[in-house]
T-cell receptor, first 112, second 114 residues
Framework: SQQGEEDPQALSIQEGENATMNCSYK?????LQWYRQNSGRGLVHLIL?????REKHSGRLRVTLDTSKKSSSLLITASRAADTASYFC????????????FGDGTTLTVKP | KAGVTQTPRYLIKTRGQQVTLSCSPI?????VSWYQQTPGQGLQFLFE???????NKGNFPGRFSGRQFSNSRSEMNVSTLELGDSALYLC?????????????FGQGTRLTVV
């Protein structure tokens, strides 16, 4: 079973708009991470938020974490065409041996 | 600081053959994990090595194996290749791995089995 599940599966917006994607997970976590993957390439680590943090910023990225709802959101502000990619959340990547700790991701398309 | 390096980037093999993939972690990182990514199954955890020891293992058959060297470089081997093994194989390195590990991924090796 998957630990992290992203929502929506696909998102299409215009350049300059904000993009919000959500992640839900099942069990308690120590940290949650967001990654970006450009088509067929490796993952790029975006941001890590620990279970005792509620919000974290990095450039145009804002991540929130609600441990009571077991959910996280990633907000990309003032999106650019270069933000077009799949975005994944992952929880404690190494502690769920045998289970997919990543969801299928949210595919974001930013139209110029 | 150099990132995680995976070689080769692309590989085409025939069913029944075996393949070895290589991953060089970020300097100083001791944990290396391997993942398989396919369109249908998403990212699936294969195994994690830390200080030359396999610390975690996913639900993959014994045809999938790995090892880690004293310099933290890791190799993954798949024997008796099947068509379903076609995938993007990613490795990730982190300082200590485990529950506080912040993982950095390589570009992956695209394996095609024909």
């Amino acid at each position: 079973s998957q630990q992290g599940e992203e929502d929506p599966q696909a998102l299409s917006i215009q350049e300059g708009e904000n993009a919000t994607m959500n992640c839900s997970y099942k069990t308690s976590i120590n940290n949650l991470q967001w990654y970006r993957q450009n088509s067929g390439r490796g993952l790029v680590h975006l941001i890590l938020i620990r279970s005792n943090e509620r919000e974290k910023h990095s450039g145009r990225l804002r991540v929130t974490l609600d441990t009571s709802k077991k959910s996280s959101s990633l907000l990309i502000t003032a999106s650019r065409a270069a933000d077009t990619a799949s975005y994944f959340c992952a929880t404690d990547p190494f502690t769920n041996a045998g289970k997919s700790t990543f969801g299928d991701g949210t595919t974001l398309t930013v139209k110029p | 600081k150099a990132g995680v390096t995976q070689t080769p980037r692309y590989l085409i093999k025939t069913r029944g053959q075996q393949v070895t993939l290589s991953c060089s972690p970020i300097s100083g990182h001791r944990s290396v994990s391997w993942y398989q990514q396919t369109p249908g199954q998403g990212l699936q955890f294969l195994f994690e090595y830390f200080s030359e020891t396999q610390r975690n293992k996913g639900n993959f058959p014994g045809r999938f194996s790995g090892r880690q060297f004293s310099n933290s470089r890791s190799e993954m081997n798949v024997s008796t290749l099947e068509l379903g093994d076609s995938a993007l194989y990613l490795c990730a390195s982190s300082l200590v791995g485990g529950e506080v590990g912040e993982a950095f991924f390589g570009q992956g090796t695209r394996l095609t089995v024909v």
